[in-house]
């Protein structure tokens, strides 16, 4: 079985990109680490992929920062570079994802700048983002 779980913070924004009819989106996700050894890193950080309406949702409202759950499964590629070396490299293609913690607590803990939705999504004030009426199909969990 490949599964994995992880919670932790964008190191930096999504970034989207079209394969034909397939969005793909991939952030990367730092994981603090329970016990810490000295002259070890406090962190590990994982490269993560997201397609289709999970892509579109990570997009959209994932920001640098923010904190995030994740599922899916770990996967290996493998390529030769222009100089003929082989390069491992590894990452998470998501399966499922979500905030794991509110828009406020998000603010709190990044020295009060909050990670806001791209501009077009409209925010009412209460840690949420409006949805426009209509576009249930087009919402990842429902």
């Known amino acids: 079985m490949n599964k994995i779980i992880l919670m932790g913070r964008l190191t930096r924004d ?11 989106c991939r952030y990367s996700l730092a994981v603090d680490r329970r016990f810490r050894r000295e002259g070890e890193p ?4 994982f490269n993560c992929t997201a397609f289709g309406k999970s892509a579109e949702f ?32 590894w990452q998470v293609i998501v399966d499922d994802q979500e905030f794991a913690e509110s828009k406020n607590a998000a603010g709190a803990s990044a020295g009060g700048s909050s990670s806001q939705p791209k501009p077009d999504a409209a925010s009412a ?18």
């Open 14 to 24: 999504p970034e989207m990109r079209s394969s034909g009819s397939t969005q793909i």
């Open 42 to 45: 406090e962190a590990d950080f």
């Open 58 to 89: 990570a997009d959209k409202y994932f920001r640098q920062g923010t904190k995030i759950l994740i599922s899916g499964r770990m996967q290996q590629d493998n390529y030769t570079n222009k100089d003929g070396q082989k390069v491992y490299s």
């Open 125 to 142: 004030g209460n840690g949420f983002v409006d949805i426009k009426d209509g576009i249930e199909e087009d919402l990842p969990f429902i």
